[in-house]
């Protein structure tokens, strides 16, 4: 049996791991690639075996960077099923359809104004696509064993990083490979703690945060700081997040702020159309929830919610200092980029990143001082306060990855380190060696390796 990395191997987007067997293949999350240029061409590039050659892909949870090249996949001839958590597959109809929608969007708003290097500026894949393949997701229940049609047998348990997000255990031809997806935090107030896993021949572990730990700082009291002294100063604090997760984690903060009696008179805005649909569903989900029904309910309630277009663009207009909280989280696209244009250049402003900027990302550019930044092909020029609150990320930190590994009653045979940034990765696999005795790797874009 061989694994292949074709994604989330050196960098943090574009997971996409295949597993082969004499011909069978299975792909285990199918992720965009986000950030720097280099990365993000690698989405159009062909995928590194047919499509249609893999018989099923299975997902981690259904942010872009691990479901979102699923359309492209199925388009260009992928026609097995989809097999995900039920909330993955829920959030996965939000999810891909905003994709889809918005690179319809961005590819016309290029053409109109002739900044793209496509001619003409082509959508990686639109709304239809979108349709086509969601009719191709079977939702699978946590805990037990599924023995798919396709051959092997699989288990998620919980990873309690978003809603549905799994960890993902792949038993086939005398081998079981776990794929720890995305980590969550340990006593993180929305979300399950990621469950333990004790036995793998091999493990693919995540990294993003492999070389930190995140702040010990309360996350409430530094919201409720960085919102208070721009308020003081006649500002407005502008939010890019994670629409699903990250944002419903905010507005929960921003409820228990209100009322202790903090902020009273500072107006909450959620101006991301998919943010209010992932915070619907976060309402109406109740399995692997940690927050009871009126804990959500409250935490909702705490909002305006701005639907259209044009009230999104009043709010640029509006002088009252404020909060809005919109998406993209790592500020690559959406609504917020109209915000960041408006209020970046005035020092009495605050731009709030809530959580691991990947490279190449304007995100990463303000995080780490950038003074000025393109957005639609015009710079502008970054005068507010920039903070990255890590704390409020929904990533393991160094010390919660190795936690959740210290479960293992056995070393895996070999132990991959991935979606990371290179330092990130290496610092996680020379703990995993030193502090666990385990052997681990660091595999790069393209490597495959057998599993004997
Ligand atoms: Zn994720």
Request: net charge positive; proline share 5%; glycine share 8%.
């Amino acid at each position: 049996m061989n694994l292949h990395f074709f994604g989330a191997a050196g960098t943090v987007t574009g997971s996409r791991y295949l597993l082969e067997s004499k011909g069978d293949r299975i792909l285990v999350d199918c992720g965009l690639f986000q950030g720097l240029k280099n990365l993000r061409l690698r989405n159009w590039a062909p995928f590194p075996v047919k499509p249609k050659s893999i018989s099923a892909v299975i997902l981690t949870h259904a942010h872009l960077d691990h479901s979102g090249f699923v359309p492209a996949l199925a388009r260009d001839g992928f026609d097995g099923p989809v097999y995900c958590s039920k909330a993955t597959r829920e959030l996965c109809k939000i999810l891909l359809a905003d994709a889809a929608h918005l690179q319809e969007q961005d590819a016309a708003y290029a053409e109109r104004r002739g900044f793209s290097k496509h001619r003409p500026p082509l959508p990686l894949y639109d709304t239809q696509d979108v349709k086509r393949v969601l009719r191709a997701f079977s939702s699978l229940s946590f805990g037990d064993n599924h023995d798919l049609r396709e051959g092997p047998s699989v288990r998620l348990r919980r990873a309690g990083h978003i809603l549905g997000a799994a960890i993902v255990e792949v038993n086939w031809k005398g081998r079981r490979i776990v794929f720890s997806g995305d980590l969550g935090r340990y006593d993180d107030p929305l979300t399950v703690d990621p469950e333990p896993v004790h036995a793998a021949d091999y493990l693919i572990v995540e990294s993003t945060y492999g070389d930190r730990l995140h702040e010990p700082r309360d996350a409430q009291e530094a919201i409720g700081a960085v919102i208070e002294r721009t308020i003081a100063r006649g500002g407005t604090v502008i939010v890019p997040a994670f629409a699903v997760g990250r944002a419903q984690m905010l507005l929960y903060y921003l409820e228990r702020l209100k009322s202790a009696g903090r902020l009273a008179d500072t107006p909450v805005y959620l101006n991301s159309p998919m943010a209010a649909e992932a915070s619907a569903f976060f309402l109406r989900h109740s399995d692997d929830q940690r927050l009871s029904d009126e804990e959500r309910r409250r935490a909702c309630a705490v909002a305006k919610y701005v639907d259209s277009v044009e009230e999104s663009k009043a709010l640029n207009e509006d002088t009252t200092p404020k909060v809005i909280i919109s998406a993209s989280g790592m500020a690559t696209g959406g609504r917020v980029l109209h915000h960041i244009k408006k209020y970046a250049p005035d020092p009495r402003n605050t731009i709030l990143f809530s959580g691991f900027q990947a490279a190449g990302t304007r995100g990463a550019a303000m995080v780490a001082g950038a003074q000025t930044i393109k957005i639609h092909g015009e710079y502008v020029s970054v005068r507010a306060e920039v903070q990255n609150l890590g704390m409020l990320s929904a990533h393991a930190d160094a010390e919660g990855l190795l936690r959740w590994m210290r479960n293992f009653t056995r070393p895996p045979r070999m132990t991959f380190v991935t979606h990371g940034e290179p330092t990130a990765a290496d610092t996680l696999r020379r703990r995993i060696q030193d502090e666990l005795g385990w052997r681990a790797s660091t595999p790069e874009q393209m490597d495959c390796v057998k599993l004997s």
